[in-house]
Nanobody
Framework: QVQLVESGGGLVQAGDSLRLSCAAS????????MGWFREAPGKEREFVAA???????YYADSVKGRFIISRVRSKNTVSLQMNSLKSEDTAVYYC???????????????WGQGTQVTVSS
């Protein structure tokens, strides 16, 4: 079992930056692929970014070049640095543990409770 707790959400203006953090506990965090997903009102949850146990990174096209995912294995934390935020980035952001890719689909076995990010234009 993996427990994930996000922090760092909030209300910002378009063009601002925001950093989300996720603290993981439980199973062998160091061996898991971790990631971030988001869910906007009226839309399905979508993949944002992932980082493997060896720190390879993957991004959705919509955030590539603006968001940076990172992890500190010794502290069991994963972060998402979000720059040049846009109103369309407004969503609840979920930390994800044991992220997997099946073709073009990303999914995860463990989820945090979510943190709201609101970008005003």
């Amino acid at each position: 079992q993996v427990q994930l707790v996000e922090s760092g959400g909030g209300l910002v203006q378009a063009g601002d930056s925001l950093r989300l953090s996720c603290a993981a506990s439980g199973r062998a965090f160091k061996n898991l692929h971790m990631g971030w997903f988001r869910e906007a009102p009226g839309k399905e949850r979508e993949f944002v970014a992932a980082i493997t146990w060896s720190s390879s990174t993957y991004y959705a096209d919509s955030v590539k070049g603006r968001f940076i995912i990172s992890r500190v294995r010794s502290k069991n934390t994963v972060s998402l640095q979000m720059n040049s935020l846009k109103s369309e980035d407004t969503a609840v952001y979920y930390c994800a543990g044991d992220v997997r890719q099946y073709g073009n689909t990303w999914t995860s076995n463990y989820w945090g409770q979510g943190t709201q990010v609101t970008v005003s234009s």
